[in-house]
């Protein structure tokens, strides 16, 4: 399905990336075996302040001080999981997959993390990229889905009793830069 609209994405990085994605340098797709959605820029969907949150996060693992660039994003031709028609095809997607790696010898890969976060999606990401990437590849009928987008339940309960987790957002990760409209820094954002 090809979507019209724009959505506006927050990247979180250190300053030195987003000094060089604001002067024009392109964005690095990340390609880890773990990313919830996949090969892909990603991005949090109207989501400044947990785009920064995990910016700070990952530099205080790795030196390096956090930023934020916001982007404006066309969703184009989106794998939406947000909508039954794409979620319903993952099933499929699984199952070959399963038949794959069957065939082949090799153990599926997991979800790990801990409990409630499983925030190393192995399996998800596999079966997202064998999915898409097949559907690119087809001699038939290839299709090149531009961007994928998700909701993702996240983080502790926000008050006792609730089961409104703090840090549920929506996650896009965009296969096609040219979907990156532009960019800017967040007024906030140092």
């Not at 530099?59 to 999981?81: S, T, Y």
């Not at 993390?113 to 898409?132: H, I, Q, T």
Request: aromatic share 12%.
């Amino acid at each position: 399905m090809k979507y019209a609209r724009q959505i506006i994405g927050y990247h979180g990085c250190s300053t030195a990336i987003a000094d060089d994605l604001l002067s024009g340098k392109p964005f690095v797709q990340s390609e880890n075996d773990y990313d919830w959605l996949g090969r892909g820029i990603y991005f949090w969907e109207f989501g400044p302040e947990r785009a920064r949150d995990w910016a700070k996060e990952q530099a205080k693992h790795k030196g390096f001080d956090p930023a934020v660039v916001g982007a404006v994003i066309q969703l184009g031709r989106c794998f939406d999981l947000l909508d039954t028609k794409y979620t319903a095809e993952l099933k499929d997607a699984f199952e070959l997959l399963s038949n794959d790696y069957g065939a082949n010898g090799k153990q599926m890969p997991r979800n790990m993390g801990n409990a409630p976060d499983l925030k190393l999606r192995r399996l998800d990401c596999a079966v997202l990229n064998y999915y898409l990437d097949g559907l690119e590849a087809s001699a038939t009928s290839p299709i090149a889905y531009q961007t994928v987008r998700g909701g993702f339940p996240e983080g502790e309960m926000a008050f006792d009793g609730s089961l409104i987790p703090r840090q549920t957002h929506i996650q896009v990760a965009v296969r096609d830069p040219a979907c990156i409209v532009g960019t800017f820094r967040p007024r906030w954002s140092t």
